[in-house]
């Protein structure tokens, strides 16, 4: 296995933590501000509701994009195994 090889393993690696990681952090965000809008609107000042809010709302949405969470991790670590056997013995 090449620098090279290693380098683009761990470019593409980190590349999909970014995108894994996006749509959970869009969610969070979205969804503390509009709690904070409400709370603010209404003088609610509890910092526990709005806690509760996005902790529901990041679960809910690791619930429904885990499976294809789950499938692009799969895709990458097939893809990288099979780099990794190609270049160590030559043949797949």
Do not use: C, H, K, Y
């Not at 503390?32 to 949405?61: E, F, K, P, S």
């Amino acid at each position: 296995m090449t620098g090279s090889t290693i380098l683009d393993l761990t470019r593409q690696a980190l590349m999909l933590v970014l995108l894994l990681s996006l749509p959970i952090v869009v969610i969070a965000t979205v969804t503390g501000l509009v709690v904070a809008i409400l709370q603010a609107v209404t003088q609610v000042q509890d910092a526990n509701l709005g806690m509760a809010v996005r902790l529901i709302a990041v679960m809910v949405a690791l619930v429904l994009l885990s499976g294809w969470l789950g499938g692009e991790v799969l895709r990458f670590a097939q893809q990288a195994l099979e780099r990794m056997f190609v270049s160590s013995t030559g043949v797949f």
